[in-house]
């Protein structure tokens, strides 16, 4: 079973900077993307940045320029560099992976979340 993990959410002030990481872990095929997820409160979750395998970064429009996404492939980690943070950023931030059998059977894994909250 894939265990994926994220860390490093907390409190900051609108303007600052944060990283999230996430490992994951215990996928017996190779792991394709990893990325970001975020749900802010009342809100649906949505999309914040991914990266393929071999790839390239892709970010929704609201993050592009301020956050970056890079991955370790040798540890099994994604990581998001998060910087002029805004109030709108507040949100609780999922990690995912995916993976692919060899059947091409895809099939995604999600952490628990960890929260961001930025004060204005």
């Known amino acids: 079973q894939v265990q994926v993990v994220e860390s490093g959410g907390g409190l900051v002030q609108a303007g600052g900077s944060l990283s999230l990481s996430c490992a994951a872990s215990?996928?017996?095929?190779?792991?394709?993307?990893m990325g970001w997820f975020r749900q802010p409160p009342g809100k649906e979750r949505e999309r914040v940045a991914q990266?393929?395998?071999?790839?390239?970064?892709d970010y929704a429009d609201s993050v592009k320029g301020r956050f970056t996404i890079s991955r370790d492939y040798a540890k099994g980690t994604v990581e998001l560099q998060m910087s002029s943070l805004k109030s709108e950023d507040t949100a609780v931030y999922y990690c995912?992976?995916?993976?692919?059998?060899?059947?091409?059977?895809?099939?995604?894994?999600w952490g628990q979340g960890t929260q961001v909250t930025v004060s204005s």
């Open positions: 215990g996928s017996r095929f190779v792991v394709h993307t």
């Open positions: 995912y992976a995916n993976t692919r059998s060899p059947a091409g059977l895809w099939t995604d894994y």
């Open positions: 990266l393929p395998r071999g790839g390239s970064a």
